[in-house]
């Protein structure tokens, strides 16, 4: 099954900007949708946004419209996460996660169509 290792998580003041990185090893990466979870301390763990196996379909959390892009480069095996105007609560703990290979498009939003994560990049923006 793919493996899904992050990167590029840190600390960024407030209104500045973030770029997330999710590197998938197997051969099923460009087939899987894909989506980013978050997870605040002493918080549940909550959608942020995913993207459909071709690219031509994403969804976003509320919280993230208009500042937040999700992409993929299925020729590089990897997931990306833009982050821009950042504010103090969008600090957590980011997972990337996959879906089985060519899963119907539909709740993209749930942890429960996800059946692997990566191992979580601390995000932490400062006021």
């Known amino acids: 099954q793919v493996q899904l290792v992050e990167s590029g998580g840190g600390l960024v003041q407030a209104g500045g900007s973030l770029r997330l990185s999710c590197a998938a090893s197997?051969?099923?990466?460009?087939?899987?949708?894909m989506a980013w979870f978050r997870q605040a301390q002493g918080k549940e763990r909550e959608f942020v946004t995913a993207?459909?196996?071709?690219?031509?379909?994403?969804n976003y959390a509320n919280s993230v419209k208009g500042r937040f892009t999700i992409s993929r480069d299925n020729e590089k095996n990897t997931l990306y996460l833009q982050m821009n105007t950042l504010k103090p609560e969008d600090t957590a703990v980011y997972y990337c996660?996959?879906?089985?290979?060519?899963?119907?498009?539909?709740?993209?939003?749930?942890?429960?169509?996800?059946?692997?994560w990566g191992q979580g990049a601390q995000v932490t923006v400062s006021s």
């Open positions: 996660a996959a879906q089985r290979p060519r899963a119907i498009w539909g709740r993209s939003d749930l942890v429960s169509r996800y059946d692997v």
């Open positions: 197997g051969r099923t990466f460009s087939s899987s949708t």
């Open positions: 993207i459909s196996w071709s690219g031509g379909m994403t």
